[in-house]
């Protein structure tokens, strides 16, 4: 499977955005699927995980109450909805399938990312 992420953009400070998520190769409805970003000079950051039912999303405490993730397993669809952005949210946002590992969640069968920009 792979996850190809789509709807970044620029917003101001207070805003919102709505990612979306196509899944291809393979139906998602197995897998936990999630989030991460990634900026420049910054380590990959988990942002969400949700299971394959949908049930008991995880959130990075940077985006806790923020952002609310969805899924939509007859659409083979992943979404996040990000409410009240900040300038550092801004970062290429990835779809991928997700588990917590030791530390932190881990991600893997990204595909292209979306960027979001937020000024302040």
Not at 41 to 48: C, I, L, M, T
Not at 58 to 63: D, I, P, R, S, T
Not at 88 to 94: G, I, K, L, R, S
């Amino acid at each position: 499977v792979q996850l190809q992420a789509s709807g970044g953009g620029s917003v101001q400070r207070g805003g919102s955005l709505r990612l979306s998520c196509a899944a291809s190769g393979e139906e998602i409805d197995y897998y936990a699927v999630g989030w991460f970003r990634q900026s420049p000079g910054k380590e990959r950051e988990g942002v969400s995980c949700v299971s394959s039912s949908g049930g008991r999303p995880w959130y990075g405490e940077a985006v806790a109450g923020r952002f609310t993730i969805s899924r939509d397993n007859t659409k083979n669809a992943v979404y996040l909805q990000m409410n009240f952005l900040k300038p550092e949210d801004t970062a290429v946002y990835y779809c991928a399938t997700c588990w917590a590992g030791i530390k932190d969640y881990d991600y893997d069968h990204w595909g292209q990312g979306t960027q979001v920009t937020v000024s302040s």
